[in-house]
């Protein structure tokens, strides 16, 4: 199984598109199959690379949304500026290849064997490598205690709802909480606002110790939650988190 990598020991291997789910409007996930890529572990990421019939070179890091022992997926949300993604998102369809290197990370991984409750706070597309998390502990029958904390625009920007919906139903173990900081739908049940400190102190397990977190979103939700975190009690080095650039 894949550990940290160093990027220059990693290559570039074609990789083809085998599938591909609309989650939302806006982000697409993506199946691939690339025969020689070595595995990878729950919550690391890989980089893309697009060549244009000129020549031109583009590459993209992106979370892979799938468990360890399940097929290679990426989740991918449009940004309307960008230079990779409305092509992943809009145009790749089933059949054509891309470039992939990977699996990269050592840090924002989790090990089942850890002790401790698992805590899990992310924004927007930032739920990706929390999820491939969510969907590793599922799928070796883990009973480690587990909250995610998911902040959405609105309810159509939920991204895996209904797969995350029913994981919660299973009752074992796995909680789920929402905030939605844009718009609610009539009755919502949910948190309405931006994640704060009374939200944290309401979600998080009282005591800090032993617990697993994980912090992923853009780098003002991500210093949100870590310093909310670290009031509650959490030691800094406890709160591992990872950052991404223009969304969340």
């Known amino acids: 199984m894949a550990g940290a990598a160093v990027l220059g020991r990693l290559t570039w291997l074609a990789a083809e598109v085998v599938g591909a789910v609309a989650e939302t409007p806006r982000v697409r996930t ?5 025969d020689e890529w070595p595995g990878h572990r729950a919550g690391q990421h890989l980089d893309v690379r697009l060549t ?3 020549g031109y ?3 993209r890091s992106y979370s892979i949304a799938t468990a360890p022992d399940d097929e290679l997926a990426i989740t991918v ?3 309307d500026d960008g230079e990779v993604s409305p092509y992943l998102v809009d145009e790749l369809r089933e059949g054509d290849r891309i470039e992939v290197r990977g699996p990269i990370g050592g840090y924002f991984v989790w090990n089942a064997s850890e002790p401790g409750p698992l805590l ?15 969907r590793h502990r599922a799928a070796i029958g883990s009973s480690t205690p587990t909250r995610l904390l998911y902040s959405s625009r609105t309810l159509e920007d939920v991204i895996y709802r209904d797969e995350l919906d029913g994981l919660a139903a299973r009752k074992d173990g796995f909680e789920l909480f929402h905030t ?3 718009s609610q739908p009539n009755g919502w049940a949910g948190y309405g606002r931006r994640i704060d400190g009374e939200m944290l102190r309401e ?8 617990t697993q977190v994980f912090v992923c979103g853009s780098t003002r939700f ?14 800094p080095q406890s709160v591992r988190t990872e950052r991404f650039g223009a969304t969340g």
Request: hydrophobic share 55%; proline share 4%; charged share 20%.
């Open 30 to 34: 993506l199946l691939l199959r690339a």
């Open 52 to 54: 244009a019939e000129d």
């Open 57 to 59: 070179q583009a590459f």
């Open 77 to 79: 949300e449009r940004l």
């Open 120 to 134: 899990l706070i992310g924004g927007g597309s930032g739920i990706v490598p929390l999820m491939a998390m969510i």
């Open 180 to 182: 939605l900081t844009r």
């Open 203 to 210: 979600v998080a397990w009282p005591t800090a110790d032993k």
């Open 222 to 235: 991500v210093d949100t939650a870590a310093d909310g975190l670290v009031a509650l009690g959490y030691e």
